[in-house]
């Protein structure tokens, strides 16, 4: 089944390229030209995967990716011309998953792409086959913290947690490896599934993002304790 991708993006050349290189690549891919727009086509159809410029004119980049996060989990891939940490960190810090500076390679973003989506359709409930007895869901309790790792949901005092696929996978490796302290290093192997060039920046706003809506104090986590100089590790019991 081919990937649907919605492009939202003001320079009408990079649209063009980006659009024929992922339709030979096996995309169906919608494309917009400011983020008004780009809203409109997201609530049109159902997409695997947003690609949207930080700059754009009507609704810039980060006021979408904060309109789409309100009902969605979709993976959002920033793609800009401003390649400074801050810049990497606001937007990954509104949710965003990933981060493309410009000038790019076709190649990149295509394997970004296959990447994102591969990640969140592993947390997608595909559910048991109609012949199959539903599977004892496994669920996990941390006070008010409740994890469901079949199903892939979180909710504190029984309201929903709306985890981004990465926040989901990032619980799910430190709740299962409870007291194993992972590195920077460590963390962004299994999440990110590439090498770690020490950018913190990542990390870091990633793990900001869960303690806020997973710890009643986040400048005094519980659960995700710091490790200064070595990493992160989880102390529910």
């Not at 011309?81 to 509104?94: C, E, H, R």
């Not at 989506?117 to 409930?125: D, E, F, G, L």
């Not at 962004?188 to 060039?197: A, H, K, S």
Request: one cysteine or more.
């Amino acid at each position: 089944m081919p990937h649907n991708v919605l492009l939202i993006e003001d320079d009408t050349q990079i649209v063009e390229m980006l659009r024929n290189y992922l339709v030979k690549e096996g995309c169906d891919v919608s494309a917009a030209c400011n983020g008004l727009d780009g809203i409109a086509l997201f609530k049109q159809s159902d997409f695997d995967i947003v690609i949207v410029d930080m700059m754009m004119p009507k609704l810039d980049g980060i006021e979408v990716i904060k309109l789409i996060r309100e009902n969605s989990s979709v993976p959002i891939i920033i793609m800009s011309a401003k390649d400074s940490d801050v810049d990497k960190a606001i937007g990954l810090g509104f949710g965003a998953d990933d981060y493309i500076a410009k000038p790019f390679s076709l190649i990149e973003v295509s394997a970004r792409i296959k990447a994102a989506i591969r990640r969140a359709t592993k947390y997608s409930n595909t559910g048991p086959a109609a012949d199959q007895a539903p599977p004892v869901p496994q669920v996990l309790t941390f006070d008010a913290l409740r994890i469901d790792l079949d199903n892939f949901s979180a909710s504190k005092n029984n309201v929903d947690l709306k985890l981004t696929a990465k926040e989901f996978e990032i619980l799910k490796l430190f709740v299962t490896n409870p007291n194993r302290v992972f590195t920077k290093a460590q963390l962004y192997g299994f999440i990110w599934n590439d090498e770690y060039y020490g950018d913190e920046n990542v990390i870091n706003v990633h793990i900001r993002r869960l303690r806020e809506k997973i710890e009643d104090q986040p400048s005094e986590p519980r659960y995700i304790k710091t490790l200064w100089g070595i990493g992160y590790k989880w102390e529910g019991q």
